[in-house]
C-alpha cells in the first residue's frame, strides 16, 4: 500500500469500462480495502494504472472512512446515500457483499 503505485497495472477491460461510464457522466467511485493512511499511494497507483484521477472521499473510499471495520458493505451504503448506484464490479465475492 506504501509503495509500488509505479507497478500497478489495471486489469483486463478496466481501462475501456472506466473510459465508457465517465463518456456518459456516470462517476466512477473506487471502493477499496487498502488503509486511508494510504489515500495517496493509493490515488497515485489508480492514476498510474489509467484509472484515475480520483479523489479521496469522492471518488476513492477505504478502509475506515465510514467510521466502521474492514467491511466494504457500510462504505457501499455511505456511497450510495449520495449516488444512484448503477453497477458493482470487482474481482471478489467481497466486491458485492460482505
Known amino acids: ?8 497495472v ?4 478496466a481501462h475501456a469500462a ?9 462517476a466512477v467511485i ?3 480495502n487498502r488503509s486511508r493512511e494510504s489515500a495517496a499511494q493509493t490515488a497515485a497507483a489508480l492514476d498510474g494504472a489509467g ?7 469522492s471518488t476513492l473510499w477505504l ?6 471495520g474492514s467491511g466494504k458493505d ?3 451504503w455511505a456511497i450510495a446515500s449520495g449516488y444512484c ?10 466486491d458485492f457483499s460482505d
Open 85 to 94: 448506484v448503477v453497477a458493482l464490479v470487482g474481482d471478489q465475492l467481497g
Open 30 to 32: 473506487f471502493n477499496s
Open 51 to 57: 484509472l484515475g484521477p480520483v479523489t479521496h472521499g
Open 10 to 13: 489495471a486489469v483486463p477491460g
Open 74 to 76: 457500510d462504505r457501499r
Open 18 to 26: 472506466v473510459r465508457a461510464a465517465r463518456a456518459m457522466n456516470v
Open 1 to 8: 500500500e506504501q509503495s509500488g503505485a509505479d507497478k500497478v
Open 63 to 68: 478502509k475506515g472512512d465510514d467510521g466502521g
